[in-house]
């Protein structure tokens, strides 16, 4: 039971940082340590996207799930059965490296543009 509530967790989380990788750059604008760690998030994002390696978090899922029950086809909590859907979706590889440079280039026009002086 624990360990399918942790993989449901990490669906959770790893649901939530794809939007702090899509948003993060509006908050990490104004601080700092939120633009190192957003733009750090990028660069990991990309080396597993245009490598074609599957993030730590999906290995760290599958491990819980695995220890939870191995034989159960719906292994999840309903939210993390589609948490899991729009994490995980059946789009290829070529279309997934295509939008990961494109958020880390949408990403990288927004850190590197200069904010307008307003009178």
């Not at 939210?79 to 729009?86: D, I, P, R, T």
Request: glycine share 6%; proline share 3%; charged share 15%.
């Amino acid at each position: 039971m624990i360990y399918r509530i942790l993989a449901d967790l990490v669906v959770l989380f790893h649901f939530f940082w794809i939007v702090f990788l899509f948003i993060g750059g509006l908050w990490g604008r104004r601080h700092l340590s939120v633009r190192v760690f957003h733009i750090s998030g990028l660069a990991l994002a990309f080396i597993v996207q245009v490598f074609d390696f599957y993030c730590p978090l999906t290995y760290l899922e599958v491990y819980l799930r695995e220890k939870a029950n191995p034989a159960r086809v719906y292994r999840s909590s309903f939210l993390a059965h589609y948490a899991e859907k729009l994490i995980y979706m059946n789009i290829s590889h070529g279309l997934v490296v295509f939008f990961t440079i494109l958020l880390c280039g949408a990403n990288a026009f927004f850190y590197l543009r200069r904010p307008r002086k307003t009178n």
